[in-house]
């Protein structure tokens, strides 16, 4: 049941992101458009409480719900960007809209981006392992829920691994491209 739910919500936030942005820029009806948008991060609050209504029926957890709060973490840690690096795009390709601004590609500038987009991974682990904490303490059974904290523990290498990127920008950085006048 969880992994059908995981994947209707991936296709559904994929559906309603693209039905929001056309309702913005092709039929120009703005207020479906917001509300369209604003109803992703619901997704994945259904998500997560199919998997606490899943466990608290008996299941053992695994990596499905785990990705449940992974899911909801990342919406409300990433939401927000994704959908404006979306709105961007779609309003440049389809509605004659500027093109996306692109971040720096070299020296200190790109490594405060590097900087800011690692703390936001640090975030959106740190609330998943929250979530994951609260499942845990509401099914209250902990031969059912030590996988969930086994795959909790096992996205820790994400941020381990990601902070390479703002420590090479940061002790490496790159000249930035000569422009031609």
């Known amino acids: 049941m969880i992994l059908a739910i995981l994947i209707g919500c991936e296709i559904g936030f994929w ?15 703005h207020r479906l458009s917001t509300v369209l948008l604003l109803s992703v ?5 259904i998500l997560l409480t199919a998997a606490v209504v899943d466990m608290r029926g008996g299941a053992t957890a695994d990596v499905r719900h785990g990705l449940a709060a992974a899911y909801l973490a990342y919406s409300i840690v990433f939401g ?4 404006r690096w979306a709105d961007a795009w ?3 390709r389809f509605a004659s809209g500027p093109p996306p601004q692109k971040p720096p590609s070299a020296g200190m500038a790109r490594a405060r ?5 690692w703390l936001r991974i640090v975030l959106a682990y740190a609330l998943m392992f929250a979530f994951v904490l609260v499942l845990t303490w509401i099914v209250n059974d902990p031969t059912r829920t ?9 996205l820790l290498k994400i941020p381990v691994i990601a902070v390479l990127w703002p420590l090479s920008y ?12």
């Open 146 to 154: 030590q996988p969930l904290i086994d795959f909790a523990s096992g």
């Open 113 to 117: 981006i590097e900087w800011a987009f």
């Open 15 to 29: 559906v309603l992101l693209g039905l929001g942005l056309a309702c913005r820029y092709l039929w120009h009806r």
């Open 41 to 45: 991060p619901l997704l994945d609050v």
């Open 170 to 181: 940061t002790f490496w950085p790159s000249k930035p491209e000569p422009t031609d006048t």
């Open 90 to 92: 779609f309003h440049h």
């Open 80 to 83: 927000h960007r994704t959908i």
